[in-house]
């Protein structure tokens, strides 16, 4: 039986008080399948369930149209990209040059706007101004969503394996899971490069 945890809680404290309040307001039961919450400077604030988007209004109303949903502002755009950068984006160049960052809980937050580019290191990316939306993928949790793979591949011994899907298939999900449940029986060794595993899933943690 698989148990999904959403880690939506760990992004209310990115939100101005408009935003969050509408998030907040949507239906526990709707609110915890949210995959994204989707920002676009002087546009509507929506969300993103099963691939669908839906629009929310100021009382946490879904809603397949435009009508009363929430206007995200500049000032809603600057706010939250700022603090998902801590106030201090000098500190994050690799994140910034990649386009998303990894914030509390394991969700991303990533980021559009103009490119400013270094023409003393090839023209890589140094900033982003002027950003213009805001797309924020919430993590989470599927607890037993590798029982399958874990019974066929891991029964007698460890082995390789090449998980692949195409985006948002639940390749961090699953891969999540599976590293949970390895360190269960083996002693396991997570490379974490962008910060998603061990910033979600405190069990990893303990194995680690």
């Avoid at 400077?41 to 929310?56: M, Q």
Wanted: with cysteine; net charge positive; charged share 25%.
């Amino acid at each position: 039986m698989i148990r999904e945890v959403s880690k939506i809680k760990y992004v209310y404290e990115l939100l101005t008080p408009r935003i969050r309040g509408a998030i907040m307001s949507v239906p526990e039961i709707e609110r915890d399948r949210i995959q994204e919450i989707r920002l676009r400077r002087g546009r509507r604030l929506s969300v993103t369930i099963f691939s669908k988007e839906y629009f929310v209004n100021d009382n946490g109303r879904l809603m397949n149209n435009i009508g009363d949903s929430v206007q995200v502002a500049t000032e809603d755009i600057e706010t939250i990209y700022q603090r998902a950068f801590q106030n201090s984006l000098h500190s994050f160049h690799r994140e910034i040059a990649r386009g998303y960052i990894t914030v509390s809980g394991g969700c991303r937050v990533g980021f559009c706007g103009t490119a400013v580019l270094d023409p003393a290191r090839s023209y890589a990316v140094e900033s982003v101004k002027n950003i213009s939306s805001l797309n924020i993928r919430i993590a989470r949790e599927m607890i037993g969503s590798s029982d399958e793979i874990y019974a066929k591949c891991f029964s007698d011994k460890p082995m390789s394996l090449l998980i692949a899907s195409p985006p948002s298939g639940g390749k961090t999900t699953v891969l999540r899971d599976l590293a949970r449940k390895l360190g269960e029986r083996w002693r396991v060794a997570l490379i974490d490069e962008r910060n998603e595993f061990a910033a979600t899933v405190q069990v990893s943690r303990k194995i680690l």
